[in-house]
């Protein structure tokens, strides 16, 4: 799993070079490496019949459609609910390893993230040496030869704030900010917004406790002392770098000269979704409105998808498939929420606070739950609230 990445960037440097070379290299990894952690899971017999059971609940409008005599992609309708299904498989099987409590597994376990962090840093500063994708189609932003679109900033801030929190469980304060000054540089070479702000949010949240600084006098005064100095350098630091960064002075001012504040800061998301509703409220019959019409047909009638997790997923599933993430979504909230506070845990703390984030970003930027890539990643942030340990 740690060269998961490396196979994705093989992937695309074939597709970047116009390679006659086709065979999908990255997607049948990454398939194998999911029925090997089925095979792993096989004794837990309740949850891979939930597993099935939501499969096909989610096939069914696909099925419906394709029996109706629409175009659907059998293939790619499937490609996806397995990806909107591979965080929670990932998280079942990383919660096993970390109850082991093995120092072995958890050792090989963060090599994986740190080979990942390396990976990613890599193919992003390739930008400078004129190779690799642009992150978007404009030719701003750098993601190397990493095929992922949108989803290479989760991947992305799920493996900084892994090991910036590592950092800080062994006190290492110095190492933490010098972490975070690199890898907030190699977010402005990505040129994603939520790559950037996330970065920022993620050591904020990380190095920042109101009711524990509220609740000394020492540490509010220390605080606040520290806050008069480095708030309003940090802040000329970030506006310099942000004017002069190819994001704003390509994509951010073009598209602001051209539309409204709303539709900038949510990319057009906001269109894309008064698209989809309309389609929704005059084509949806009652049984679509109830299970939805599956992924390919719904890009297909409404010609982009809004890349909203909440909203691609009401308007492809229906309410049947919105009950379920939501569902899914309170569930992990609650168990996320109840383990935060334990000393026992260190990094529950973590599994919570980027819980809230992934699902901000994905309720704003989309590609978050519905990507092969991440889902690992996601799987193994998630598990990590039952680590009990730092090696």
Known sequence: MSIVLLVDSINGYFKLNNSSFTFPISQIYKTGILLLILLRLHRKAFFLFIIAC???????????????????????????????????????????????????????????????????????????????????????????????????????????????????????????????????????????????LGVLLVALLLRVRPLAILASSKKLGNFMVVSAVVIPLGIFWFLNRVVSSELFQNRILYYYNKVDLLTLILSSRNLYFQTAFDIYKNNYNTLEKLIGIGQSRYEEITGHTIEMDFLDIFFAYGV??????????????????????????????LSYLFFILLVIISSLAGHVFSSGIAGIFIGFVFAMTYLRRVV
């Open 320 to 349: 049947t498939g919105i009950f379920l993430f939501l569902g899914t979504i309170l569930l992990a909230c609650y168990l996320f929420y109840k383990r935060k506070d334990n000393v026992n845990y260190p990094f529950a703390r």
């Open 54 to 196: 939501t499969f096909s609940i989610l096939f069914l409008p696909t099925i419906l459609q394709f029996v109706q005599g629409y175009s659907v992609s059998i293939y790619s309708d499937s490609l996806k609910i397995v990806k909107y299904l591979t965080p929670i498989i990932c998280f079942v099987y990383f919660r096993e390893l970390f109850l082991q409590n093995r120092i072995w597994t958890i050792k090989k376990l963060f090599f994986f993230i740190r080979i990942s962090y390396i990976i990613i840093v890599v193919n992003v500063l390739m930008k400078f040496v004129g190779l690799g994708f642009s992150l978007y189609r404009s030719g701003i932003g750098s993601k190397g030869y990493i095929y992922a679109g949108n989803e290479i900033s989760t991947v992305f801030l799920i493996l900084y704030a892994v090991l910036a929190f590592e950092l800080i469980a062994k006190g290492k304060k110095i190492r933490f900010w010098v972490f975070f000054a690199f890898t907030i540089n190699v977010a402005f070479v990505l040129g994603s917004k939520s790559a950037i």
